[in-house]
């Protein structure tokens, strides 16, 4: 009766064994190197909750092993079948079957570089993550939405916008939504402990103050040296008191809204938003953009000067002014370069 019931027990596999051999073949045939693809790599996906008899048939398909039984089989001798792990794996040579399996049971997944640049906001992280097939961007709105993950920080925050760190990211195929987000959280507060905590206790600003100074300081300027006197130019006006004039934050408020037209019209300037910081005082009540380190640091140190204005100086960077009569010149000076700058590209489109 026991050699019955084990002939029962393994007859499935050893009937798919004979398909591509005999036992000594078998054994030779897992250490044999297999490739079966023509790409230079490949790249193969298992789903969570897939079973080792998908999975074999998958890697069968796709070139990686000879024989789905093959794999199974070696599974079995090893009594390791239900450890292997769900996730994206790259293939890139010709591998024997223990050397398959072993990368499938250490969960040696592949991960890809993700750059969330500075002064991206979750609008555009949630684009980005969807364009390169890492989260729906519903999905990854949803998963910014969790406040709960800074609240003992920033507790009247009402999303994460902000708290993403912007930095490169390595993220594989099988992460969830949630364990991006985690992951962003979580770099922020490496940020924050390492380089603002001490900072932001001896600070009048707290830290959702402070990070949405920081968001501002990010889109206005993009040169290192000018973080501060952007800084600079906001905290003198919040201290007397005038409204921050901050065209990023009208942009902010119109993709709020839905109704952004890719500039900003002055019927924009007139929305009824509090993220609209020439219709009202002080600033916004979040974040509009996930700064950077040095965004961060240059909100809670200002530089000492008394600006109160700036615009840009048509070659990257901004013109800095005291006085509102200095500022007009400096705008005159913008919109006259602006007419040149036009009036030179026409004149090069006629000539060719």
Not at 81 to 100: H, M, N, W
Not at 134 to 139: G, L, Q, V
Not at 152 to 159: D, G, Q
Request: hydrophobic residues 40%; glycine residues 8%; charged residues 25%.
């Amino acid at each position: 009766m026991k050699g019955k019931h084990k002939a029962r027990f393994l007859s499935p596999v050893i009937l798919l064994l004979l398909l591509v051999g005999g036992a000594g073949t078998i054994v030779v045939a897992w250490f044999q190197p297999y490739k079966n693809y023509p790409e230079d790599e490949k790249f193969v996906q298992i789903t969570r909750g897939a079973h080792s008899p998908e999975i074999a048939q998958q890697l069968e398909r796709e070139g990686i092993v000879r024989h789905r039984a093959l794999f199974l089989a070696y599974l079995k001798t090893v009594k390791r079948s239900g450890r292997l792990q769900a996730g994206e794996y790259r293939f890139d040579k010709a591998l024997t079957i223990p050397q398959v399996a072993d990368k499938m049971i250490r969960g040696l997944v592949y991960y890809h570089e993700v750059t969330i640049p500075e002064g991206f906001s979750l609008f555009d992280i949630a684009e980005l993550l969807e364009q390169r097939g890492f989260a729906t961007r519903k999905d990854f709105l949803a998963g910014a939405a969790r406040s709960d993950l800074i609240a003992e920080l920033a507790p009247t925050v009402s999303n994460l916008e902000g708290f993403l760190f912007p930095d490169t990211y390595r993220l594989t195929r099988g992460a969830t939504t949630d364990e991006i987000v985690r992951g962003m959280v979580e770099r922020f507060r490496q940020i924050y402990s390492r380089n603002l905590e001490l900072e932001i206790k001896q600070n009048s600003l707290s830290l959702k103050e402070a990070v949405t100074l920081a968001s501002l300081i990010e889109k206005e300027t993009s040169l290192d040296e000018e973080r501060e006197l952007v800084s600079a130019v906001f905290h003198n006006r919040l201290k007397k008191q005038i409204p921050l004039q901050c065209d990023p934050t009208v942009i902010y408020a119109a993709k709020l809204k839905g109704g952004f037209r890719g500039e900003i019209y002055q019927s924009d300037l007139g929305l009824n938003s509090p993220y609209n910081t020439y219709r009202f005082p002080g600033l916004p009540p979040g974040p509009i953009a996930n700064p950077g380190l040095k965004s961060l640091e240059a909100a809670l140190k200002p530089a000492k000067v008394d600006y109160l204005y700036f615009v840009s100086n048509n070659s990257g960077g901004h013109v800095f002014s005291t006085t509102l009569d200095q500022h007009i010149r400096a705008v005159a000076a913008y919109r006259n370069g602006l007419r040149l700058e036009s009036k030179k590209a026409a004149q090069k489109q006629g000539r060719s």
